[in-house]
């Protein structure tokens, strides 16, 4: 299997380095640390495809030190403690964890007696603001440095640089007429740049000469690259499909979909907030049990992480998608906020409000309250609505076993204070 271009083009040195020149230019810090032979743990926080896993690399390289790389997709506690076991019979090592903030608090703390002891040197990869995502502890004995997306100019002098020494690609004569589409499909990651670029030059005859325009460029973009941005249409697209598979009573629809954002990279601690909401918002009084077990499945999440937290979802989404479905108390709280947004504040009745002092008692405050749990079925002819807008109904039981019973009590109830 032939190796990706974006593989290929990995720079080994500072100097191959694209970009981040605060960080690795001459008198930069961090170039500093590495000439010196003494870098600090540190988390590296920037976009995808900015040199984070490359600078790591590139550390190790440098100091000629043992590098052990994990990714806390697909790591846990275990992994990273067998780690710090072998990392003890060396001198010194280089710890990387890609996307460290999908470590939960469990697994970031696994590192702290070795980060103090200086067992390893961790460098911790992050898309996410590390403030928010990483401990404060573990962040505390950590320098953070900030990479940015890598510029237009970077980006062209990549792609020179990909024509001019990559063995396969600086054979063909390739001609690049225009240039926008590349950019701007990057999107300042290198590796997205590097792969588009390679699907391209791909969609040529072996023995024809290449000339990249714009439009051959969005062609083989929306034929071929099928990415999962987390901050871009597919993601909207795919938790839409998640939700109306669940809401469907799709179990199978439900779990691909699912499968699709944990492989994508997205956030556990997303998806599992997605389903809380729709617990109550589609399955809602039907099955009460559902918005219990959305809750507990989100809480699992947070302490358990990856890669088991997959199980949990999967479990979750599977019983969201087969229970009995309501949206009755969606429904009802969204026409409730309606009229209240086009009835304003309108006064409470005199006998439901409350009246703890004697000029509210005698203003009527209070007055001709019943206490429903005195009455058969516990029910009052009172009026508890505004009297502008009496007898509203904003609840509709929905069409369900459970919700059956609620139906025919409010019925009977309403039709005696409505006659409806």
Request: with cysteine; proline share 4%; net charge neutral.
């Amino acid at each position: 299997m032939a190796v990706p271009l974006a593989e290929r083009m990995r720079p080994h040195t500072l100097e191959e380095l694209v970009g981040q020149k605060h960080l690795t230019g001459d008198g930069s810090i961090l170039r500093t640390a590495i000439e010196n032979g003494k870098i600090p743990s540190m988390i590296l926080w920037g976009p995808p495809g900015v040199g984070k896993t490359t600078i790591a690399n590139i550390i190790a390289n440098t100091l000629e030190l043992p590098f052990y790389q994990l990714s806390a997709i697909s790591s846990g506690v275990k992994d990273v403690r067998e780690v710090i076991e072998t990392a003890k019979k060396q001198t010194s090592a280089i710890l990387f964890i890609d996307e460290i903030h999908r470590f939960n608090k469990s697994q970031q703390d696994a590192l702290l007696g070795a980060v103090e002891k200086g067992v390893i040197t961790l460098i911790g990869a992050t898309t996410e603001n590390p403030s928010f995502e990483v401990n404060s502890a573990l962040l505390s004995r950590s320098q953070v440095f900030v990479l940015k997306a890598l510029e237009k100019n970077d980006l062209l002098e990549l792609l020179h640089r990909v024509m001019k020494e990559d063995a396969l690609i600086s054979q063909k004569k390739i001609n690049i007429k225009e240039d926008e589409a590349l950019i701007n499909l990057s999107g300042g990651d290198a590796r997205k740049l590097l792969n588009l670029f390679e699907l391209v030059i791909n969609s040529f005859a072996a023995d024809k000469a290449i000339t990249i325009t714009n439009k051959i460029v969005m062609q083989v973009a929306q034929k071929k690259i099928a990415l999962y941005d987390k901050s871009g249409e597919q993601h909207y697209d795919i938790i839409s499909a998640f939700i109306k598979s669940m809401r469907g009573s799709d179990p199978n629809a439900a779990v691909y979909y699912l499968a699709r954002m944990i492989e994508g990279g997205e956030d556990v601690k997303f998806i599992a907030r997605r389903m809380v909401i729709f617990a109550s918002e589609d399955i809602g009084n039907a099955n009460p049990n559902a918005l219990l077990l959305a809750n507990a499945a989100f809480d699992a999440v947070n302490k358990i992480g990856h890669p088991e937290a997959r199980i949990i979802l999967s479990q979750c989404a599977v019983y969201l998608a087969t229970s009995v479905k309501s949206n009755a108390s969606y429904e009802a709280i969204n026409m409730a906020l309606a009229f209240v947004q086009k009835t304003g504040d309108l006064p409470v009745p005199l006998h439901i409000r409350n009246a703890p002092t004697k000029l509210m008692k005698d203003m009527g405050y209070h007055k001709g309250y019943k206490y429903a749990h005195s009455f058969e079925n516990n029910f009052v002819n009172l009026e508890f609505l505004p009297e502008s807008i009496a007898g509203t109904k904003f609840y509709e039981p929905g069409n369900n076993a459970r919700e059956d019973e609620a139906r025919k009590h409010l019925r009977k109830l309403w039709k005696e204070k409505y006659g409806y």
